[in-house]
């Protein structure tokens, strides 16, 4: 298959480390050379850039660019040979399929209806009881905003909330901090060649991956009551 122009990168990393702190700019100049279509390699894999609004709009509107990547940082770290694809990194009739399925149980749950709308109502008094409580004093906002958050998800699928001070509470959210720092290493094994994905994952993602067991039993626990 013949792809846009673009710049020449390196075996294995490609592009990325000419790539600075920040690489919308740089994608901007690269923009400015090539075109608003062009071909970036990003470790190991050539990425196709649409850099303009018209170029998006006639690659998307079609099923044609509806497919995602055979591989994913999902599949690059799971190993085991009967894997199932989810919604985050399935494509095609089954990702069609599978987002009919989770819209209707959204909607049973109530997302779109008053009862979400009460539920996040009912969220906002807790959270405003417990501002007021600091009497003006300086607070970590993000203490309070993360359990706030997950509560309300809390309601809609395990019936209930959890008090902030609660010791189950403060575990989830403590797995909830953990979340940006593992996703932010999800680019490294989408880009790297898979054995080498997975040898990185083994060494330095294994423990982190760890920390999501108990958010994990959590969940089979509510949703078994």
Request: contains cysteine; negative net charge; aromatic residues 12%.
């Amino acid at each position: 298959m013949k792809l846009p122009a673009g710049p020449v990168g390196l075996p294995v990393v490609g592009y990325m480390p000419f790539l600075g702190k920040h690489p919308h700019k740089d994608i901007a100049k690269l923009r400015d050379k090539y075109g608003s279509v062009f071909t970036l390699q990003l470790g190991v894999n050539y990425v196709v850039i649409l850099d303009d609004w018209e170029a998006v709009k006639e690659a998307l509107h079609k099923d044609t660019f509806l497919g995602k990547p055979t591989s994913s940082p999902f599949t690059v770290v799971n190993t085991d040979n009967d894997y199932a694809k989810s919604i985050v990194d399935d494509s095609g009739h089954s990702w069609s399929e599978d987002r009919k399925l989770a819209t209707q149980v959204l909607r049973e749950l109530g997302f779109g209806k008053t009862i979400m709308e009460v539920k996040i109502t009912d969220e906002i008094h807790y959270l405003i009881k417990r501002i007021d409580e600091t009497d003006g004093e300086p607070m970590n906002i993000h203490e309070v905003l993360v359990p706030s958050v997950s509560n309300i998800i809390m309601q809609l699928v395990f019936g209930h909330r959890y008090e902030y001070n609660e010791p189950t509470r403060q575990n989830l959210d403590q797995t909830l901090d953990q979340m940006p720092h593992v996703f932010n290493r999800f680019g490294f094994l989408a880009t790297a060649p898979v054995w080498l994905a997975r040898i990185a994952f083994k060494m330095g993602l294994y423990g982190d991956h760890k920390k999501f067991d108990y958010s994990y039993q959590l969940f089979e626990y509510e949703l078994c009551l």
